[in-house]
């Protein structure tokens, strides 16, 4: 007896199956646009939205515990938010070569280097900087790096390539497998602005600024652990904080 599942999964994959669908006069415009986005989705690891490695010289990760409620409300209310380095060791505080930025962090900045954090327990307004284990020289040279490219991705495709990301769903994409996935779970279009000198570091300051585009609830991922885990995820509401959405995706993934 044929498993109800796959055969139901092969019939909806059949180029066949989703032409006479699409013709026969049975779905909205809007229903079969999104037949035809799902048909074009790349389900596999080969997909950054499926797993994201944070690329090296081209993205940044924040760390120090900011409220991400308020962040996330900050940017929606039209204020910049900068990007804060690790401040310079001074040279008493060491000998040879230079303590790694991370390792200052910790030892000597009172900064939490922790890229997972916690649920936030206050409604504090949202955080005018937002901390990246940079020393401000390395910093500045990595985000005009990564603001230029935004830009030139503007310029000759139109369209907005850099995002802020706000959570990741860690997966396994078998039971077998010994590698996790990391998926983004909301994303938000931004620019990236250079802005004056920072007066204690000598080096230029830049802010992140919401760009007013759609935000984007990862639409891939949805249908990857719809068709490999017969998990649905919950659609991101208009009112939704990124903590209350996370807490709808811990809620429908709890028995996987």
Excluded: W
Excluded at 113 to 119: C, G, R
Excluded at 160 to 188: H, I, V
């Amino acid at each position: 007896m044929p498993d109800n599942t796959l055969l139901g999964e092969y019939k909806e994959n059949d180029p066949n199956t989703l032409i006479n669908e699409l013709f026969s006069g049975k779905l909205t415009i809007d229903n079969a646009l999104q037949r035809l986005r799902t048909r074009l989705l790349d389900l596999s690891p080969r997909n950054r939205l499926l797993n994201y490695r944070h690329p090296k010289g081209r993205s940044v990760q924040f760390v120090d515990v900011p409220n991400l409620n308020s962040l996330f409300h900050r940017l929606l209310d039209n204020k910049d938010v900068i990007v804060s380095p690790v401040p310079e060791p001074e040279p008493l505080l060491y000998e040879g070569r230079r303590p790694d930025a991370k390792q200052h962090a910790e030892n000597h900045c009172g900064i939490n280097t922790a890229y997972q954090f916690p649920k936030s327990s206050s409604n504090s307004r949202g955080p005018r900087k937002i901390q990246a284990l940079y020393y401000p020289p390395e910093l500045e040279k990595l985000l005009r790096k990564i603001a230029r490219e935004a830009r030139a991705a503007i310029e000759e495709t139109g369209t907005n390539m850099l995002f802020l990301m706000f959570g990741f769903l860690e997966f396994y994409e078998r039971d077998d497998s010994e590698k996790p996935l990391l998926a983004p779970l909301l994303t938000m279009p931004v620019a990236l602005n250079k802005g004056e000198i920072d007066a204690n570091f000598r080096t230029y300051q830049y802010a992140i600024s919401y760009n007013g585009d759609d935000l984007s609830e990862n639409l891939t991922l949805r249908e990857k652990l719809r068709q490999d885990f017969l998990l649905n995820l919950p659609e991101l509401d208009d009112d939704d904080e990124p903590e209350a959405y996370f807490a709808k995706i811990e809620g429908a993934i709890k028995k996987k």
